[in-house]
């Protein structure tokens, strides 16, 4: 449906789109994730036609090329809404269909359908001014969706209703997208808005898309770097590589002498060089390797089990032997701070798991990566990856 | 992989300079192209270039005399309308008295009326047989005086500019922080002090406004100079003496002096005000509580400042007295023996009395149109255009404001008295376009800074919405941006109509018998001594100019 291929946008010497290459299917809803300046809003302009980038944009096969906005079929839904406030509901939900020439009993239709869709039927003759936030959000929603186009934009549709509101809304906004089957490309900075509306999430970060994909895999085998400290949360170790067995890779955390070494995710396409397995001397840490709270096994050490870890049948140390720094309840999860050596390590766990009155602050813990919890790792390039 | 990178344009900004190049082309003709022909006239004679003119302007003693007079009768006018409007406008804000808010909107009345009619208002009320003259002479005083000269211009221009300067130190004054005060007070400043080191300074920025206002109309000012100078000369009487005496090439010369005094005093005034530290623009807080004095204070306040506005408004009431007083019925009693509507009724039963008031609002309603569209679009491009031809565009719409109405009048004549189409130039002088021209040309300063003040609070969003909903750039305009603009294009619009229905400057050079407007039907009475029917033109005029105080202060309501 929309097809964008090396797609570059610059304000005077600034970079804002540095080559996006993005294709959303139809029917299809890619939510569009980034830090504040990335570049997201830019994306959604060009592709309206408000700003001219360098590039392909096709949507349905044609390029859109010298398309002024208005004949593209696109339809956008701003993150101020930017409603008529000199118009009624109605006169805003219609002003889409009275461009286009659409004769009176279909534009009383399809007001008729929008305002039921987003349920504010019975507002038509509501000035803007004497909405609520929320319902604000819902007529600029049924206001872009009135002509039925090709392709719905959203500008972090949610971000200017309090947290509150922004759930209950969400939730509608899911149901009224799945309800109209249109293909939508949706902005937001929010990652939970992100995975539950988005089919597939794009990662933006300074102009480029670092991944593309389903949510379960940006979280379990990000692509990039970025994308690992991005999405979710992970404590990131240094590591040293030590050997590779066919496709698995496995480093020693934190230290190059380390006795531990744990089998990794190496990363696989866009990471440039191969990884070089080098010997244990060396100053600075090659990679750095991002592990989940989640993904933690954590054992109150006893006395007599100190320097004992035989007993797991792995051959070999394979834990880090830390104290834990601070413990948070937060309902169905716990959460430890746990510092070893030098890092910090941040580690969760479902109530009941383990004994509360174990796992108290200055005790001495050994933890490692659970078993099939394959951390990632990606070479130490500085902050950006 | 290639970084082809593209600088972005922005929307709207995509055929938005060939349409800014257009519209200022439109402009440059009719602004800025009339002031070169007369320029170019000025330094010619029979077609070929001749510096006679300059030269004999440069001999001649009156023009220096009358460049010197137009200058510092401008500065005594901003002195004066500063004394009377600057202690005015501390009265109404800071003290609490009663009837403070009617008398405070009474007070600022007079700037909405065309001077013309301030001026034979004070004609009737102090002229030498006006109102106060009869009543002391019937109370057996022997005084005689004159309204004539240097004297009776300054004090027509004090009393209807120092509105310009209550009017904008009430806004700062309502505008200061009270913190500042209290936060002085709390330092031990005395209120001298506090005035002198505090409220003055941050007074500033206003009354620069306030005094290069009212420079700039004094300068340009002809009414007061034409009805009360006699042999006391300023430039813009005697450019039209120089006119009407047929000695055009002077006259352009003339022209370009007062044009080039106006803009020199412009750029003066812009580089006094940039040069000393900035003051307190776009302060906000707390407002200043009013002092509420003790209630025999206040009552004085009250009685003082109700006596003030009278006095004020004393002139408007007496052309409003005179409208009733029917031809040949006040001879020398102190007050007029019979009142009665005849005079209104004479205005509107006779077609050749009604005929004035009928050119004025066709004229002026058909310049205020134009001047409103030509001013929205100026006023889009620019925006649109941005950079240098946006500032161009800009420019030209604000030039006519800072050239006096005189100069455009002269101008347009020497432009639009030939026929010579592939140079732009049409013979138009003598037909009825000339006037609506003129009015159009001087309404633009208005009506496009109107416009450019709402288009720069429109937000761009809803413009790219309507683009979004499938919107072609036209309906974008009519349903969303005039819509929206609508509050400031009528405000823009009414006070360009009022200035053009009320005319006078213009007017004198350019009429023809069969278009003459209002103002010159009042000329004419005044001079075949009817005295009640130029008051009753007069008065229809306030009326016109109450009307518009409504819209604007509807405007404000919203
Ligand atoms: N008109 C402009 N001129 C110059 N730079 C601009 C312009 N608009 C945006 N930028 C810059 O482009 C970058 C991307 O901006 P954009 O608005 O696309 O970010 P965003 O991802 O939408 O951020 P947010 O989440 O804060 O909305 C920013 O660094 C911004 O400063
Ligand atoms: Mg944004």
């Known amino acids: ?385 | 992989m290639t970084a082809g990178v593209a600088s972005s344009r922005r929307f709207g900004a995509v055929g938005a300079s060939s349409g800014a190049a257009l519209v200022a082309a439109l402009l440059a003709w009719l602004v800025g192209y009339p002031l070169l022909i007369t320029l170019l006239a000025a330094v010619q004679v029979d077609g070929s270039f001749s510096l006679s003119a300059v030269s004999e302007f440069g001999r001649r003693a009156d023009e220096w005399m009358a460049l010197w007079r137009s200058i510092w009768t401008s500065i005594a006018s901003v002195v004066l309308a500063a004394a009377v409007g600057v202690p005015l406008a501390f009265l109404f804000e800071r003290a609490d008295f009663p009837g403070r808010r009617l008398l405070g909107a009474l007070v600022a009345l007079p700037v909405a009326l065309p001077p013309l009619v301030g001026v034979i208002a004070f004609l009737f009320l102090y002229g030498e047989s006006g109102f106060v003259a009869r009543l002391l002479q019937a109370m057996g005083f022997g005084v005689r005086w004159r309204l004539q000269g240097a004297g009776a211009i300054l004090l027509v221009h004090a009393y209807s500019m120092y509105v310009y300067f209550y009017l904008f130190t009430r806004a700062a004054l309502a505008r200061i922080d009270g913190a500042y005060h209290e936060a002085a007070t709390a330092l031990g400043c005395t209120p001298i002090r506090r005035l002198a080191r505090v409220t003055l300074p941050l007074l500033r920025p206003a009354l620069a406004g306030a005094a290069l206002l009212t420079f700039m109309t004094a300068l340009a000012s002809f009414s007061a100079p034409y009805i009360f100078g006699g042999g006391f000369r300023v430039m813009t009487t005697q450019i039209v003496a120089s006119k009407l005496n047929g000695d055009l090439a002077l006259a352009h010369v003339e022209t370009i002096a007062l044009a080039a005094l106006a803009l020199a005093a412009l750029v003066a005034m812009r580089w006094v005000d940039t040069a000393a530290p900035g003051g307190a623009t776009g302060l906000r807080g707390a407002v200043l509580r009013r002092r509420r004095p003790s209630a025999a204070w206040r009552w004085l306040l009250a009685v003082v400042c109700t006596a003030a506005a009278g006095v004020l408004m004393l002139p408007h009431l007496t052309l409003l007295l005179l409208s009733f007083v029917p031809p040949d019925t006040w001879t020398t009693q102190a007050l007029p023996p019979v009142l009665d509507l005849g005079n209104y009724t004479i205005l509107f039963a006779e077609p050749e009395r009604l005929r004035p008031l009928v050119n004025s609002l066709w004229m002026a309603g058909v310049a205020t149109a134009l001047a409103v569209a030509l001013g929205l679009l100026a006023a889009r491009f620019s925006l649109r255009a941005g950079g240098r031809l946006g500032r161009l565009l800009e420019g030209l719409v604000a030039l006519p404001w800072a050239i006096p109405g005189t100069v455009f009048a002269i101008a347009l004549a020497a432009t639009f008295s030939v026929s010579r189409p592939w140079l732009g130039r049409f013979l138009w002088i003598g037909t009825p376009w000339i006037l609506p021209l003129a009015y159009l040309v001087r309404s633009l300063p208005v009506t496009g800074r109107a416009a450019l003040a709402g288009l720069r609070q429109l937000d761009p969003s809803l413009e790219e919405a309507a683009a979004a909903l499938g919107a072609p750039p036209r309906r974008r305009l009519t349903a969303v941006v005039v819509p929206l603009l609508r509050p400031a294009l009528v405000a823009g619009a009414a006070l360009a109509f009022l200035t053009a229905a009320g005319d006078f400057v213009t007017s004198i050079v350019l009429y023809t018998y069969s278009t003459r407007p209002i103002s010159i039907e009042v000329l004419s009475s005044l001079r075949l001594q009817q005295i009640g029917l130029a008051a009753t033109y007069g008065v229809l005029l306030m009326a016109l100019s109450a009307a518009v105080f409504l819209v604007w202060g509807r405007r404000d309501a919203v």
Request: glycine share 12%; charged share 30%.
């Open chain 1, 1 to 385: 449906m929309l097809k964008i291929r090396d797609l570059h946008l610059a304000y005077g010497a600034v970079e804002v789109l540095r080559g996006i290459d993005l294709d959303v299917e139809r029917g299809e809803t890619v939510a569009l994730l980034g830090p504040s300046g990335s570049g997201k809003t830019t994306l959604l302009r060009v592709l309206m036609g408000f700003e001219q980038g360098s590039g392909i944009v096709e949507l349905r096969g044609k390029r859109l090329d010298g398309v002024p906005p208005h004949r593209r079929g696109i339809g956008l839904v701003f993150q101020n809404y930017a409603l008529f406030p000199h118009l009624d509901v109605r006169g805003n939900v219609l002003f889409g269909p009275r461009s286009l020439g659409w004769d009176a009993s279909r534009c009383e239709e399809r007001l008729g359908e929008m305002l039921e869709l987003v349920g504010l039927t019975g507002y038509e003759r509501r000035r803007i001014g004497e909405l609520s936030g929320g319902q604000q959000q819902r007529v600029a929603l049924a206001r872009a969706l009135a002509t039925e186009p090709d392709l719905l934009l959203l500008d972090e549709p949610l971000s200017n209703l309090d947290p509150e509101l922004r759930e209950r809304t969400r939730q509608q906004l899911a149901d009224a997208l799945r309800a109209v089957e249109t293909t939508c490309l949706l902005v937001t900075h929010e990652q939970d808005e992100a995975f539950e509306l988005g089919d597939r999430v794009a990662v933006l970060s300074a102009g480029r898309l670092e991944q593309v994909d389903v949510p379960e895999r940006l979280y379990r085998t990000p692509a990039t770097a970025f994308v690992a400290s991005f999405i979710g949360r992970s404590s990131v170790l240094d590591a040293w590589p030590t050997e590779r067995r066919g496709g698995e890779l496995r480093v020693r955390p934190l230290r190059a002498d380390a006795e531990a070494s744990w089998p990794v995710l190496a990363p696989t396409e866009r990471s440039g060089s191969p990884i070089e397995v080098v010997g244990p001397p060396g100053g600075e840490a090659p990679l750095r390797m991002w592990v989940r709270p989640e993904d933690w096994d954590v054992e109150v050490r006893g006395g007599e089990r100190r320097h004992d870890a035989a007993a797991d049948g792995s051959g070999g140390e394979q834990w880090l032997s830390g104290t834990v720094a601070d413990v948070r309840f937060a309902g169905a999860l716990s959460y430890l701070e746990i510092v070893v050596e030098e890092a910090r390590i941040e580690v969760a766990l479902l109530q009941g798991r383990v004994d509360p009155d174990a796992l108290q602050r200055g005790c001495a813990v050994r933890l490692r990566p659970r078993s099939g919890a394959l951390p990632v790792v990606f070479p130490d390039r500085g902050p950006s990856g």
